[in-house]
């Protein structure tokens, strides 16, 4: 629970920080509205951290982002982060069914450890990803 945890606010600050820059082009009297566009139905908020949710929030910045396949590494992430949300939903939820077929029926470190290495990967693809889409937005490098 704890890595989905840490996942999830990264994925949020990152979006809010993204939203920010933005909001802070704009003129002042459309301030208002934009940051209310950005606010709204934030499925990060929420909700976990899966792909369609990540996928739905950042997609406000007008790119289409398929993490399936932007990277050659992103599958195996895309899959670590299903299972863990998998076994963030069983645990929070106190769920004693047992995992649909691949995802690990068990808990062990060296599954933790992979999930968390994914997470990191996912965080680095994201962050990268949202420093080109606000340099072709803004015209500036954000950060």
Known sequence: MLLSGHFQGFCRDLYSECSQICAAAVPAGLLTTVQAQFASELKL???????????????????????????????IRVTHLGHLNFWRNA??????TPPPA????VLVLADIQAWRASCTGFATFLDDIMHHELLRILGAAPW
């Open 45 to 75: 908020n929420i909700s976990n951290p899966t792909v369609e949710n990540i996928r739905k929030d950042f997609e406000r910045f007008g790119l289409l982002l398929d993490l399936a396949s932007a990277d050659p590494a992103n599958p």
């Open 91 to 96: 645990v929070a939820h106190q769920k004693a």
């Open 102 to 105: 691949g995802v690990p029926p």
